[in-house]
């Protein structure tokens, strides 16, 4: 069976730290552009970051750039979001997503951050 | 601000036609694929239609996509209760550096 398994989620006060793990299974995870997307509670979706295969190529929403570190371990079929200087509107649910024909074809179920004093 | 720009609501009764839009630029839809996707009531994205109009497997051939010049469109032919959802369009934009774009999303009720 395809699936991602988002882990991490949690409380967090603002300028704190968390790190999600996304576990895949079911494909050819190493072969896998990954992203991660994310919805604040009652929004819409908000794509965050994309790995290549290799690591060698990375992209950020300009709203989390600097601060949230996108990366990935082949050998363990996990793609991991470190999230730096949290803040109040970095409050979602957050999905990480396999690409595929330039669109997003696998999501996992979602690890909800709460960024609050 | 969404960069993509989708009507907030669409209804129709059981068995109608609901057609949504999606408005872009030349940077994104313009350049670029449209996929869209459905999210039932407190659930994650699913895909619906991806490169402009194809439908993965064990979605109903009432789903169908468009694209033309900067803009796309989702059309549902005979409308279920099921298809009570929300509907996002989305395309990689070429104006930054690596950017993936989503519309607001287009909440569908079913009359």
């Known amino acids: 069976e395809v699936r991602l398994v988002e882990s991490g989620g949690g409380f967090v006060q603002p300028g704190g730290s968390l790190k999600l793990s996304c576990a895949a299974s079911g494909f050819t995870f190493s072969t896998s552009y990954m992203n991660w997307v994310r919805q604040a509670p009652g929004e819409g979706l908000e794509w965050v970051s994309y790995?290549?295969?290799?690591?060698?190529?990375?992209y950020y929403a300009e709203s989390v750039k600097g601060r949230f570190t996108v990366s990935r371990d082949n050998a363990k079929n996990s793609v991991f979001l470190q999230m730096n200087s949290l803040r109040a509107d970095d409050t979602a649910v957050y999905y990480c997503?396999?690409?595929?024909?330039?669109?997003?074809?696998?999501w996992g179920q979602g690890t909800m951050v709460t960024v609050s004093p | 601000q969404s960069v993509l720009a989708q009507p907030p609501s669409a209804s129709g009764t059981p068995g109608q036609r609901v057609t949504i839009s999606c408005s872009g630029s030349s940077s994104n839809i313009g350049s670029n694929t449209v996929t869209w996707y459905r999210q039932l009531p407190g659930t994650a994205p699913k895909l619906l239609i991806y490169d402009n109009n194809q439908r993965p497997s064990g979605v109903p051939d009432r789903f169908s996509g468009s694209k033309s010049g900067t803009s796309a469109s989702l059309v549902i032919s005979g409308l279920q209760s099921e298809d009570e959802a929300d509907y996002y369009c989305g395309a990689w934009d070429d104006s930054l550096n690596g950017l993936y774009v989503f519309g607001a999303g287009t909440r569908v009720t079913v009359l």
């Open positions: 997503a396999r690409l595929e024909y330039d669109g997003f074809d696998i």
């Open positions: 790995i290549s295969r290799s690591s060698s190529t990375l």
